[in-house]
């Protein structure tokens, strides 16, 4: 597609519920990346994909999250029994680039994600 | 982790001011990015310097890496009320490939 596209754009989970989020990259991007980002504050790294590969999950907060990308392109981002500091928006980026990425990303628009 | 500060965390201009912002790190990056995000949005990349002492212009915005590799300064001319938004400076260092990202300058442009 033209951009990273990411969804939902907004999603209210429960305390303790399961969520799922969605990243389709720029096509033909072999590395995708995972940001978070806090209200007020910048995007902190979550976890690298170069094609279906996790290189990178050294940002992961907890157990609780976890990312695949199976087949190289769509991404999924889970957060297993959310709690309230996990809300935030988590951010999708990819680049065309492989290792050693030494351009900036596109990012996608982004999931807010309020757990109440 | 890395520490970036970035400051300042905002600014009031009239339209037609030129504007000055700065980042600086703790330690050493090969590489310095600056993002402008819009609510609602994600970062979108503005300029991207990979050399200590490089300068760089996209239209209005000028960014340069300092010497020390460990600042980077992004300047916007003649601002107009297009500009307000968040600006954020981002880091790597070595051949990493996160980025970490200061905790922006919010700008503010009254017309």
């Known amino acids: 597609g033209a951009g990273v596209s990411q969804s939902p754009r907004y999603k209210v989970a429960k305390r303790g519920q399961d969520v799922a989020l969605r990243c389709d990259p720029i096509?033909?991007?072999?590395?995708l990346f995972w940001y978070q980002q806090a209200l007020g504050q910048g995007p902190e790294f979550l976890t690298y994909f170069q094609n279906e590969a996790q290189l990178d999950k050294s940002g992961l907060p907890s157990d609780r999250f976890f990312a695949e990308r199976p087949e190289g392109s769509v991404s999924t981002l889970k957060i297993q029994r959310t709690q309230q500091e996990d809300s935030a928006v988590y951010l999708c980026?990819?680049?065309?680039?492989?290792?050693?990425?030494?351009?900036?990303?596109?990012f996608g628009s982004g999931t807010r994600l309020t757990v109440v | 982790g890395q520490q970036l500060n970035q400051s300042p965390q905002s600014m009031f201009i009239q339209e037609g001011e030129d504007v000055s912002m700065n980042c600086t790190s703790s330690?050493?990056?090969?590489?310095w990015l600056w993002y402008k995000q819009d609510p609602g949005e994600g970062p979108v990349l503005l300029i991207a310097?990979?050399?200590?002492?490089e300068l760089t212009s996209n239209g209005r915005l000028t960014a340069q890496f300092g010497i020390t590799r460990k600042d980077s300064f992004l300047n916007i001319s003649a601002s107009i009320p297009s500009d307000v938004g968040i600006y954020f400076c981002?880091?790597?260092?070595?051949?990493?490939?996160?980025?970490?990202f200061g905790s922006g300058t919010k700008l503010n442009v009254k017309p």
């Open positions: 330690s050493i990056f090969n590489t």
């Open positions: 981002a880091g790597r260092p070595g051949n990493f490939n996160k980025f970490y």
């Open positions: 310097l990979y050399k200590a002492g």
């Open positions: 980026a990819s680049s065309l680039a492989g290792a050693a990425v030494p351009y900036g990303y596109t």
């Open positions: 096509s033909g991007h072999v590395s």
